[in-house]
């Protein structure tokens, strides 16, 4: 058997991509967007239906408006990956859509909490995210504050510092300096 390397370019891509990733919903997004620069014979329906559902970042927790069906709007997703396997040429469009089907068919409670809740739970989709530091652990050191791109930490030394969330532009910045493991993801 071959390594990903030897295997068509897309769908290399595609394995590489969905490798790198830690929520089944950022798991979907990469999918779709390794699919949209697939080289696939199929390429003018490939890059339709990865627009389509490109399209449906509501889902993803970004706006999605209280009267939005959720149910109905997982079912249409699920229809037209459903649709792009079905009328696929090629083996990255019948593949493609795949892990999107797959996390909405096993991580249901995933997607209903990005869209619903607006929450990650893996912590890694940064709309969906918010730092904060845990005043029992954090020591007063001001790395964090010293870190942050945005200025929206604030402390004194020696006492526990504070994240402005209102301006934080989640980058994590102050969470890879901080020592003591004091800045929190919720």
């Known amino acids: 058997m071959g ?12 394995l590489q991509t969905l490798t790198n990733v830690n929520s089944p919903v950022m798991s979907s997004k990469a999918a779709v967007s390794a ?5 696939a014979a199929d390429i003018v329906q490939l890059s339709a239906a990865a627009n ?54 096993y991580f249901k409670d995933e997607y209903l909490a990005h869209i619903v809740d607006h929450k990650c739970s893996a912590g890694v ?27 929206c930490i604030s402390g004194k030394k020696k006492k526990a510092h504070v994240i402005d969330a209102a301006a934080c532009i989640r980058c994590g910045a102050c969470q890879a300096v901080c020592p003591v493991d004091a800045v929190r993801v919720a």
């Open 3 to 14: 390594s990903v390397s030897s295997v068509n370019p897309g769908i290399a891509d595609l």
């Open 52 to 105: 389509q559902l490109e399209s449906v970042d509501a889902m993803f927790g970004i706006s999605t408006s209280p009267t939005t069906d959720v149910s109905s709007t997982l079912t249409a997703l699920e229809s037209l990956g459903q649709a792009l396997v079905d009328g696929s040429l090629c083996g990255l469009g019948r593949a493609g859509p795949n892990p999107v089907l797959t996390s909405i068919r």
């Open 125 to 151: 989709c940064r709309d969906l995210i918010t730092y904060r530091i845990d005043p029992g652990v954090c020591n007063g050191c001001g790395l964090c504050a010293a870190d942050c791109p945005g200025a």
């Open 35 to 39: 699919l949209e620069k697939a080289p």
